[in-house]
């Protein structure tokens, strides 16, 4: 059995160098990190300070030149493309900066693709509920706002029930006002499903709603705090 105190994902001595012509670029250098169940934590970092190569590795779309990723007690480390398939469609909902809608289909049916083939899916209706969208289901993307399509792949992300939230800039392509909205979305959900959730960032208004912030530079941690009293989402503005 799992062993309910050890972390959701256990990270050790990650590196990912890329090779651009006769240039390496060192995205991370030697990263550790453990990151628990139930949390709500931001990567927070300017451009560059390797979150997103870190989130990506977390989730199974990339791998590390160096080190060992275990999630559950399951290393993903050297687990081979059908393994980390299986992983992503089981265990993580993806949120990314753009919305990667279907423009064909309605909010509904942008949902219904991952509840099609989900494990144990919540109904497609109940996700867009809970981001705020049950009288908008039978719209198309191009007749929401930029900040409803989010919502939409927030419920999408969010159907399978995953055990992890990984969240890249969800707020990056929209205005402050529209941003909170898509940040209350976010919050609600962690609390409704329980998910660990991790949102990377470079704007450190949003670490204000974390219980944990982990600060990202030149491709390592420099340092992590605690949120004794998070805020909520609807308090923040920038």
Request: aromatic letters at 4%; hydrophobic letters at 45%; a negative charge.
């Amino acid at each position: 059995m799992t062993d309910p105190q050890a972390p959701v994902f256990h990270a050790q001595g990650l590196t990912k160098t890329y090779t651009l012509g006769e240039v390496e670029v060192h995205a991370l250098r030697g990263v550790d990190l453990d990151l628990y169940a139930g949390e709500f934590v931001v990567l927070l970092g300017a451009s560059g300070s390797g979150k997103s190569t870190l989130l990506n590795i977390l989730g199974g779309l990339d791998t590390p030149t160096l080190g060992q990723v275990v999630c559950q007690g399951h290393e993903l480390t050297g687990a081979d493309d059908a393994a980390l398939t299986h992983f992503r469609r089981e265990s993580v909902g993806f949120v990314f900066q753009f919305y990667n809608l279907i423009p064909s289909l309605t909010a509904l049916e942008n949902v219904q693709l991952v509840t099609e083939i989900a494990a144990d899916p919540m109904p497609a209706e109940r996700a867009l509920e809970l981001v705020g969208l049950g009288e908008r289901m039978h719209h198309f993307p191009a007749q929401l706002s930029g900040g409803e399509q989010q919502r939409v792949a927030i419920a999408r992300a969010i159907a399978k029930r995953p055990a992890v939230l990984l969240c890249d800039e969800p707020t990056g392509a929209l205005d402050s006002r529209t941003g909170v909205l898509v940040l209350e979305a976010l919050e609600r959900i962690h609390h409704e499903i329980g998910a660990l959730t991790v949102v990377i960032t470079h704007n450190a208004v949003i670490a204000e709603m974390a219980d944990r912030v982990i600060h990202l530079s030149d491709g390592t941690i420099s340092h992590e705090e605690r949120n004794a009293s998070p805020r909520a989402a609807k308090e923040l503005h920038w």
